[in-house]
C-alpha cells in the first residue's frame, strides 16, 4: 500500500513569510507529530493539506491522489481537527450533529453516541455553552465518528486537562490499531508525542529540520555534559547548540556515536527528549 499522505516541496509565499521545500511522507498505520515553535509554519502547512490556503508550489497527495483534484472524495475519509470553533454557537450537539453527519458518507451514528458518553458530553447542550474542552471533544468526536482513513489535528490536545489528555492519546493508539489508518498532529506537548508518535516532522521558520522515525531521532540525538576546558572551537562546531555556565556546558548533539568516539569518558551523556532538541535547534 503507498503512502496516506505525501507533501512534496511544499510552499507558499505570505507578506512576511515563506513556508518552502515541505517534503515528508506518511504510511498507512502510523501517528506523525508535528512540530516547530510558534510561528513555524505547523497551521499553515495543514491549512494547505486541507486546501483552506492555496499553496504557490509543491505537490501534495493523500490516498494517493491529488489533494485538489480529488478534494471532495479525500475529504470524506479525513477527519480534520482544527484548534478554532468553525461550528453554528446557537444549535445544541445533537443539531450540529445532524448537518455535518450529512458531509459523509459512512458515518456511523452508534460510534458518535458511545464518545458523546465516553467525553461526558451531553447532546442537547448548546454549543456555545461548551468550554474550549468540551469542544475539543465535540470535535474530535465528529473527526472520530465517520470512518475516517487519516485523522488530521492542529493543536487537537491544547487547553485539554492531562486526564483527558491521556485519554485521547489511548483513543488515537486505539484508532491506528488495525494498520490502514494514520494520524497527523500538530502540538507543542512533545511529551504526548514522546508517548504514541512513530514519526516526527519538525519545521522551523517554515523549512522543514527532519522528518524522522522517532526512534531514530532519540538515538542519534543526546545530551552531552562536560567542563569548559574540553571546548574549542573545532569542538563547539560539533553541537548543534551548546549553552555554558561557569562550571561547565551542555550541548545538543545528532551525533552521538561520533561524541563518544570524541570524548569517552570525559563527558556526561544523556537521553535528549524532544522537547531539548526542539530548544536547542531553534535558539541555537
Ligand atoms: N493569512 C496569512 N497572511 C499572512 N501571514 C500569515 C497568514 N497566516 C499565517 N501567516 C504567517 O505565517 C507564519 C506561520 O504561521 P502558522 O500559524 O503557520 O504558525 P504555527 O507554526 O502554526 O504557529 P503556532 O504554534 O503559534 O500556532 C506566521 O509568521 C504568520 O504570521
Same mark, same amino acid.
Given at each position: 500500500?503507498?503512502?496516506?499522505?505525501?507533501?512534496?516541496?511544499?510552499?507558499k509565499?505570505?507578506?512576511?513569510?515563506?513556508?518552502?521545500?515541505?517534503?515528508? /511522507?506518511?504510511?498507512?498505520?502510523?501517528?506523525?507529530?508535528? #512540530?516547530?515553535?510558534?510561528?513555524?509554519g505547523?497551521?499553515?502547512?495543514?491549512k494547505?493539506?486541507? =486546501?483552506?490556503?492555496? %499553496?504557490?508550489?509543491?505537490e501534495? +497527495?493523500?490516498?494517493?491522489?491529488?489533494h485538489i483534484?480529488?478534494?471532495?472524495?479525500? +475529504?470524506?475519509?479525513?477527519?480534520?481537527? &482544527?484548534? $478554532? /470553533?468553525?461550528?453554528y $454557537?446557537?444549535?445544541?450537539?445533537?443539531?450540529?450533529?445532524?448537518?455535518?453527519?450529512?458531509?459523509?458518507? %459512512?458515518?456511523?451514528?452508534d460510534?458518535? =453516541?458511545?464518545?458523546?458518553?465516553?467525553?461526558?458530553?451531553?447532546?442537547?447542550?448548546?454549543?456555545k455553552?461548551?468550554s474550549?474542552?468540551? +469542544?475539543?471533544?465535540?470535535?474530535?468526536?465528529?473527526?472520530?465518528? !465517520? /470512518?475516517?482513513?487519516?485523522?488530521?489535528?492542529?493543536?487537537?490536545?491544547?487547553? @485539554?486537562d492531562?486526564?483527558?489528555?491521556?485519554? #485521547?492519546?489511548?483513543? @488515537?493508539?486505539?484508532?491506528?490499531?488495525?494498520?490502514?489508518?494514520?494520524?497527523?498532529?500538530s502540538? !507543542?506537548?512533545?511529551?504526548?508525542?514522546?508517548?504514541?508518535?512513530?514519526?516526527?516532522?519538525?519545521?522551523?521558520?517554515?523549512?522543514?529540520?527532519?522528518?524522522k522515525?522517532?526512534?531514530?531521532?532519540?538515538?542519534? &540525538?543526546?545530551?552531552? %555534559?562536560g567542563?569548559?576546558?574540553?571546548l574549542?572551537?573545532?569542538?563547539?562546531?560539533?553541537?548543534?547548540?551548546l549553552?555554558?555556565?561557569?562550571?561547565?556546558?551542555?550541548?545538543?548533539? /545528532?551525533?552521538? =556515536?561520533?561524541?563518544? %568516539?570524541?570524548?569517552?569518558?570525559?563527558?556526561?551523556i544523556?537521553?535528549?527528549?524532544?522537547?531539548d532538541?526542539?530548544?536547542?535547534?531553534?535558539?541555537?
Amino acid at each position: 500500500m503507498g503512502s496516506i499522505l505525501e507533501v512534496n516541496n511544499l510552499r507558499k509565499e505570505f507578506k512576511n513569510f515563506t513556508l518552502d521545500n515541505i517534503s515528508f /511522507n506518511l504510511e498507512p498505520g502510523y501517528i506523525m507529530g508535528f #512540530i516547530g515553535p510558534n510561528g513555524a509554519g505547523k497551521s499553515t502547512t495543514i491549512k494547505l493539506i486541507m =486546501n483552506l490556503l492555496k %499553496k504557490n508550489g509543491g505537490e501534495i +497527495k493523500i490516498f494517493g491522489l491529488d489533494h485538489i483534484k480529488h478534494e471532495k472524495e479525500i +475529504k470524506d475519509r479525513i477527519g480534520f481537527v &482544527y484548534d $478554532e /470553533n468553525y461550528y453554528y $454557537e446557537d444549535l445544541t450537539i445533537k443539531q450540529m450533529k445532524s448537518i455535518v453527519s450529512s458531509f459523509y458518507s %459512512k458515518w456511523e451514528d452508534d460510534a458518535f =453516541n458511545r464518545y458523546m458518553n465516553e467525553f461526558d458530553l451531553n447532546p442537547k447542550s448548546k454549543i456555545k455553552t461548551l468550554s474550549k474542552g468540551m +469542544k475539543m471533544k465535540f470535535s474530535l468526536a465528529i473527526a472520530l465518528s !465517520h /470512518n475516517a482513513d487519516l485523522i488530521i489535528m492542529d493543536e487537537p490536545t491544547s487547553g @485539554l486537562d492531562p486526564v483527558f489528555r491521556r485519554e #485521547i492519546l489511548d483513543i @488515537l493508539y486505539n484508532v491506528i490499531q488495525d494498520e490502514r489508518k494514520s494520524i497527523f498532529f500538530s502540538t !507543542h506537548i512533545t511529551t504526548d508525542l514522546e508517548k504514541i508518535a512513530d514519526y516526527i516532522t519538525f519545521i522551523n521558520n517554515g523549512e522543514i529540520v527532519f522528518s524522522k522515525s522517532k526512534d531514530e531521532i532519540l538515538d542519534t &540525538y543526546a545530551i552531552v %555534559k562536560g567542563g569548559t576546558d574540553l571546548l574549542d572551537r573545532d569542538v563547539r562546531s560539533q553541537f548543534i547548540g551548546l549553552r555554558e555556565t561557569s562550571v561547565g556546558f551542555e550541548g545538543l548533539t /545528532n551525533d552521538v =556515536n561520533n561524541i563518544k %568516539k570524541m570524548f569517552k569518558e570525559e563527558v556526561l551523556i544523556e537521553r535528549a527528549t524532544l522537547e531539548d532538541i526542539m530548544v536547542y535547534t531553534v535558539r541555537r
